[in-house]
DNA sequence: TCCCAGGGAGGAT
DNA sequence: ATCCTCCATGGG
């Protein structure tokens, strides 16, 4: 912790593990594609993010040391220099937890399942510490989620980087870096969705996330409101929305929302669910989502990361 | 050239 | 309810 009465534009400081409720392992989950942000900048064993916190743009560095049991966290933190200081480390670290989820009962979990569900223990040794993330901005998680649909994990993040660069509004950090924010939906809903296609690559998704953006500003679509909603409430509303099915609804409720009973599901976690849990018979999407809701509760959405984790990286 | 990627919409059956 | 096909785009 800076030992500075005043806020400042500058800090470095440690989460110690003590302060995290079980293990991490920080480059699984940066690492795991989860749809509520693009992923975070990695240089080396470092990642980089800019978020805005109170107002105010925060640019952050983050590392690990030790293991996934025994660790600390070490994070560097620079402001924006044109808007008013925040006191940056209590914002900065309770936004940590909330994004990195710290707070989950990972041991909890492990120890639920380890024996009630053999499938799913499978994944516990080698992803132990990884951990769901939450997005902190509405908007931002459910184009993310809409980019994602039909599209490869380096392909959506692209276009989102893409978004950033042209629409973002910029922001000049005190260490002299500039860096472009995610677009509000006030900047994209004027956009003409053939320019938006055109210039991130995006395809066909230009159309939904344009509609959706112009529904936001045009008041029709309130995403608070939303996320706030029980879970089946909410899913309803969602479906509603251009571009917005089951997938893309359940991984807003749970990137964005953190409604945890959410559990996606896209072609990997249809086919590992439809082969370990019911022997290879194919089984509607439909019929997944509601097995895993009914079978893991609030693991549902961990549980669907686990295993589409364990799916992707080849172990299926 | 074909197939696939953290799918969804519209239609036919 | 389930099964087509098409939808852009880039990578393998």
Not at 53 to 75: A, E, I, M, W
Not at 135 to 162: E, I, M, P
Not at 226 to 240: I, K, N, P
């Amino acid at each position: 912790m800076a030992g500075l009465s005043t806020p400042t534009l500058h800090l470095t400081f440690e989460i110690s593990g003590a302060e995290v409720n079980g293990p991490l392992n920080l480059t699984g989950t940066l690492l795991s594609a989860q749809t509520c942000e693009p992923e975070w900048v990695k240089d080396g064993a470092s990642f980089t993010d800019v978020e805005v916190l109170n107002g105010t743009p925060v640019k952050y560095t983050l590392s690990q040391t030790g293991d996934s049991d025994r660790f600390s966290l070490n994070v560097r933190a620079t402001q924006a220099d044109t808007v008013t200081p925040i006191e940056l480390a209590l914002s900065l670290k309770e936004h940590l937890s909330y994004v990195l989820g710290l707070k989950d009962d990972l041991v909890l979990f492990y120890r639920r399942f380890v024996e009630e569900d053999e499938v799913l223990s499978l994944t516990f040794t080698r992803l132990r510490g990884l951990r769901l993330m939450r997005g902190t901005d509405l908007f931002q998680a459910l184009t993310c989620s809409l980019l994602s649909q039909n599209n490869s994990v380096r392909l959506w993040n692209r276009s989102a980087r893409l978004m950033m660069k042209y629409y973002g509004r910029v922001v000049r950090f005190s260490d002299g870096s500039q860096e472009f924010l995610f677009p509000r939906a006030r900047a994209l809903a004027r956009l003409n969705p053939r320019e938006l296609r055109s210039k991130t690559s995006m395809g066909y998704r230009a159309n939904p996330i344009v509609n959706v953006s112009r529904m936001v500003v045009d008041g029709d679509l309130d995403l608070i409101d939303l996320a706030g909603r029980q879970y089946e409430d909410a899913l309803d509303l969602l479906l509603e929305l251009p571009g917005v099915g089951p997938k893309v609804a359940d991984c807003f409720l749970l990137y964005g929302a953190g409604q945890l009973e959410a559990a996606p599901v896209d072609v990997w976690i249809h086919r590992i669910v439809s082969k370990l849990y019911f022997r290879g018979e194919k089984v509607s999407r439909l019929r997944t989502a509601r097995f895993l809701r009914e079978r893991f509760r609030e693991w549902a959405g961990y549980a669907q990361l686990y295993l589409f984790d364990y799916a992707r990286r080849g172990q299926l």
